[in-house]
């Protein structure tokens, strides 16, 4: 008698999960029923968000597609939130209330807004998580912006996350604008811009930020927000029509009350072969996952460099096979754009910047997306008519 399929269930669109789709298409694995669930259809790329935002690239360009690759790998595509975990039963419960079964599971649904903690965030504040919320607020600000309902917005985190979309709001909105756009301000809790980067890198960031007359408030955390304002330590209020929240990470809730292990702050423990530690059925990776003595930062560097590790461990799982190891390197390529097409480099102490940085940059983010065109000689079923 033919023995049941083994059930994998990929929980988010992340760049390791895309990666393991594009590898199960091109290399099917037999004897496995693989199910992706995401609430979106499409997966932003986060290297092109910013330009997506600055007006560089097109949604097209700097999306993936997830219905169409779930497809193109043999997956079910599910468009849900997951809710909740059983690791005894191993059942993952939807938004909708839907019980999904699994044998198998791979978590890469990044992260949220660490914005619990701020009276008044959740309220009135733009978050940047999730993507597709953020990108509705965004057209939103500029519509109001056009019509002259927007002089101020203020941008709450001080990383290179917040600081290039800030670069790259203004730039857009310059364009839509001119003289008639909004003023910025950025608000860190930190005394330095972009902490995690060396000297160099902040002091140019510093001096970019100032020249484009964005009003920079350093050690200046931000403890509550209220229509229209942030209000900061020591009782300052600064006024602005539009807030986006753009400061660490934090976890979702749902891994850490199902009993997985995860750290102080909820983000899921995993080892050198990206399991769980207390559950080795369960893999987890990107900004959801905290690796156990290598610890890194929330970037989509590390979660893309995760994922061809990820699928070959899926697979020796799948197979009852020895597991790789993969561990993060000591440092990795950070590119980050200044609104225009112009960009600035950094790796470890090397440091560098200028509109062909810019242009290797599209091209390192092109060649990417690229891995997501499914070839012509690939048919997919056409959409429902409702949503076609």
């Given at each position: 008698?033919?023995?049941?399929?083994?059930?994998?269930?990929?929980?988010?669109?992340?760049?390791?999960?895309?990666?393991?789709?594009?590898?199960?298409?091109?290399?099917?694995?037999?004897?496995?029923?693989?199910?992706?669930?995401?609430?979106?259809?499409?997966?932003?790329?986060?290297?092109?968000?910013?330009?997506?935002?600055?007006?560089?690239?097109?949604?097209?360009?700097?999306?993936?597609?997830?219905?169409?690759?779930?497809?193109?790998?043999?997956?079910?595509?599910?468009?849900?939130?997951?809710?909740?975990?059983?690791?005894?039963?191993?059942?993952?419960?939807?938004?909708?209330?839907?019980?999904?079964?699994?044998?198998?599971?791979?978590?890469?649904?990044g992260s949220?807004?660490?914005m619990?903690?701020?009276?008044?965030a959740g309220?009135y504040?733009?978050?940047?998580?999730?993507?597709?919320?953020?990108?509705?607020?965004?057209?939103?600000?500029?519509?109001?912006?056009?019509?002259?309902?927007?002089?101020?917005?203020?941008?709450?985190?001080?990383?290179a996350?917040?600081?290039?979309?800030?670069?790259?709001?203004?730039h857009?909105?310059?364009a839509?604008?001119?003289?008639?756009?909004?003023?910025?301000?950025?608000?860190?809790?930190?005394?330095?811009l972009?902490?995690?980067?060396?000297?160099?890198?902040?002091a140019?960031?510093?001096?970019?930020?100032?020249?484009?007359?964005?009003?920079?408030?350093?050690?200046?955390?931000a403890?509550?927000?209220?229509?229209?304002?942030?209000?900061?330590?020591?009782?300052?209020?600064?006024?602005?029509?539009?807030i986006?929240?753009?400061?660490?990470?934090?976890?979702?809730?749902?891994?850490a009350?199902s009993?997985?292990?995860?750290?102080?702050r909820?983000?899921?423990?995993?080892d050198?072969?990206?399991?769980?530690?207390?559950?080795?059925?369960?893999?987890?990776?990107?900004?959801?996952?905290?690796?156990?003595?290598?610890?890194?930062?929330?970037s989509?560097?590390?979660?893309?460099?995760?994922?061809p590790?990820?699928a070959?461990n899926?697979?020796h799982?799948?197979?009852?096979?020895?597991?790789?190891?993969?561990?993060?390197?000591?440092?990795?390529?950070?590119?980050i754009?200044t609104?225009?097409?112009?960009?600035?480099?950094?790796r470890?102490?090397?440091?560098?910047?200028?509109?062909?940085?810019?242009r290797w940059?599209?091209?390192?983010?092109?060649?990417?997306?690229?891995?997501f065109?499914?070839?012509?000689?690939?048919?997919?079923?056409?959409?429902?008519?409702?949503?076609?």
């Amino acid at each position: 008698m033919r023995t049941r399929a083994s059930r994998l269930v990929l929980v988010g669109g992340g760049h390791s999960h895309v990666d393991v789709l594009r590898r199960l298409a091109l290399q099917p694995e037999p004897d496995v029923d693989i199910t992706l669930i995401s609430p979106s259809p499409r997966a932003a790329y986060s290297g092109m968000l910013a330009g997506f935002v600055a007006g560089h690239y097109s949604a097209a360009e700097s999306h993936i597609d997830l219905a169409a690759l779930a497809q193109w790998a043999g997956a079910r595509f599910i468009v849900d939130s997951v809710v909740g975990l059983d690791l005894y039963t191993k059942t993952l419960t939807l938004a909708d209330g839907d019980v999904e079964p699994f044998d198998l599971l791979a978590i890469d649904s990044g992260s949220t807004p660490d914005m619990a903690q701020v009276p008044g965030a959740g309220e009135y504040a733009i978050a940047v998580r999730p993507v597709p919320a953020f990108l509705a607020a965004w057209e939103a600000l500029r519509t109001d912006a056009a019509d002259g309902k927007v002089d101020g917005i203020a941008v709450v985190g001080g990383g290179a996350g917040g600081v290039e979309l800030l670069l790259a709001m203004q730039h857009r909105l310059v364009a839509d604008l001119g003289d008639a756009a909004p003023r910025f301000a950025l608000i860190t809790d930190q005394p330095q811009l972009l902490p995690d980067f060396p000297p160099t890198v902040r002091a140019r960031f510093g001096t970019l930020l100032v020249a484009r007359g964005v009003v920079l408030h350093q050690s200046s955390g931000a403890i509550a927000v209220e229509p229209g304002t942030v209000i900061t330590t020591h009782q300052r209020r600064i006024a602005v029509d539009r807030i986006v929240w753009a400061t660490s990470a934090a976890a979702q809730a749902w891994p850490a009350a199902s009993g997985l292990a995860c750290d102080a702050r909820g983000f899921i423990r995993i080892d050198k072969t990206l399991r769980s530690p207390s559950h080795p059925f369960v893999f987890a990776t990107g900004d959801c996952a905290v690796q156990h003595g290598h610890p890194t930062p929330k970037s989509a560097a590390f979660a893309i460099r995760q994922g061809p590790s990820l699928a070959a461990n899926l697979r020796h799982a799948l197979r009852r096979e020895s597991f790789a190891t993969c561990v993060p390197p000591r440092h990795v390529l950070s590119l980050i754009a200044t609104g225009e097409r112009h960009a600035v480099a950094c790796r470890g102490p090397l440091v560098v910047e200028g509109e062909w940085v810019w242009r290797w940059k599209d091209r390192i983010d092109r060649a990417y997306m690229a891995k997501f065109t499914l070839p012509e000689t690939v048919e997919l079923a056409a959409p429902p008519p409702d949503e076609a």
